[in-house]
């Protein structure tokens, strides 16, 4: 058994990444054998991510607020507490909050065999992110 104690501040996501402000707490960084890397993401009002990639798939849990998801060339989603969303190994998706609400996720992927959980891409665009979400 090993503790590690709460030493990590709390990190701000990069502009490459994300649109918006958005707040990181590392939760587990991979420790091998183990590839899972797991982190609270926690999105501003209109926040998202990139669109991106995961080599092993992503898990996402949400845990607060309200919350928007699009797989590339899917409807818009709408996600609450409670809602787990899985990504398939290389989906090109994205993720963040609701126009008017915070959201929070826990989010859990595997890291590749050089250390990488995500490959990003392009910015969601705001005509993107506003196209009306599934009913």
Not at 24 to 29: N, R
Not at 42 to 56: K, L
Not at 121 to 132: K, R
Request: glycine fraction near 10%.
């Amino acid at each position: 058994m090993q503790i590690t104690r709460n030493s990590v501040e709390t990190a701000t996501g990069p502009s490459d990444w994300f649109t918006g402000a958005v707040y990181i707490d590392t939760v587990a960084t991979p420790s091998p054998p183990s590839r899972l890397a797991a982190a609270s993401v926690h999105f501003t009002p209109g926040a998202r991510t990139a669109w991106h990639t995961h080599p092993f798939g992503q898990n996402i849990y949400v845990t607060e607020g309200v919350g928007r998801c699009q797989r590339r060339g899917g409807p818009i989603e709408v996600i609450h507490p409670g809602d787990r969303v899985f990504f398939e190994p290389g989906e090109d998706h994205w993720h963040g909050a609701a126009p008017d609400r915070f959201m929070t996720h826990l989010a859990m992927q595997e890291v590749d065999d050089q250390g990488s959980p995500v490959t990003w891409g392009d910015h969601v665009t705001d005509d993107e992110y506003d196209a009306a979400p599934a009913k």
